[in-house]
């Protein structure tokens, strides 16, 4: 389907989502929001598509937070409506996918952009990123899940600290806390990420997809229950059987 606020890529099972608003440093408005929705039910069911690539247009935003003017006249009925629907239609889809997502953080990630790009499996930043949560400073909290992803990663110390202050952090220091996995130039940026995508994608697509709902399950009390069964169903699927094939007659698996 045809895109206004987005562009899709698809090349070698790898897609790249890239939203193109450059105009407003790449803001997420209530289409790019659908549009990203929409792309990403598109990749669910591609069987070419194994992994997925999310950045910016540009070098200057990744996202630079959500579209404010959008927003700016709502009581907290519809406040809460377009948070609850954000969160349900986007960022818990993208953590939640049976592919992984890696975002390509170019720039700011601010707001709803950290929060788009913390949703993510993976995150690689530009050596120009700035990541952060400003919402305190207009009277606000993140509404996109922003208070319950960041403590996971970085710890409650770090993320009330990045909350409170609504200061924004370079990439290095995002890596330092473990908010992002690294840091490359910004010329760099894309094809570091497509690498990583590329060894990814010629993995097991069954046991990556178990892998990333174990995790996600990593902090509650079904983790460990769900990866012994996850690690069972695996060894009756073809998955299983290819890989240790290949193993034992010491060739690549082919998936």
Do not use: W
Not at 119 to 134: D, M, Q, T, W
Request: charged share 25%.
């Amino acid at each position: 389907m045809g895109y206004e606020n987005i562009l899709l890529d698809k090349q070698n099972k790898i897609s790249v989502i890239t939203i193109n608003r450059p105009e407003s440093l790449n803001a997420l408005n209530a289409k790019t929001i659908s549009e990203l929705s929409s792309a990403l039910e598109e990749l669910t069911t591609d069987a070419e598509c194994r992994v997925i690539i999310l950045t910016g247009s540009g070098e200057k935003s990744f996202v630079a937070g959500a579209d404010i003017k959008e927003f700016s006249d709502f009581g907290q009925e519809k406040a809460e409506e377009l948070a609850r629907n954000g969160q349900n239609s986007l960022f818990n889809k993208i953590e939640n996918m049976t592919k992984p997502v890696i975002a390509a953080v170019n720039g700011f990630a601010l707001g709803g952009g950290l929060e788009l790009a913390m949703a993510c499996h993976i995150r690689y930043a530009s050596e120009n990123a700035k990541l952060g949560l400003p919402e305190v400073t207009l009277g606000l909290i993140p509404g996109y899940g922003g208070t319950q992803r960041l403590p996971k990663l970085v710890g409650k110390g770090i993320a009330n600290e990045m909350i409170f202050s609504a200061k924004m952090i370079p990439a290095q220091r995002a890596k330092e806390i473990g908010l992002v996995n690294e840091v490359y130039p910004v010329e760099e940026l894309l094809t570091k990420t497509k690498e990583l995508a590329n060894i990814i994608a010629h993995n097991s697509p069954m046991a990556i997809a178990k892998a990333i709902h174990a995790v996600n399950l990593s902090d509650t009390d079904k983790g460990f229950e769900t990866e012994i069964q996850y690690f069972g169903e695996l060894f009756d699927l073809d998955d299983k059987k290819e890989g240790v094939s290949a193993f034992l007659e010491k060739r690549k698996p082919n998936f």
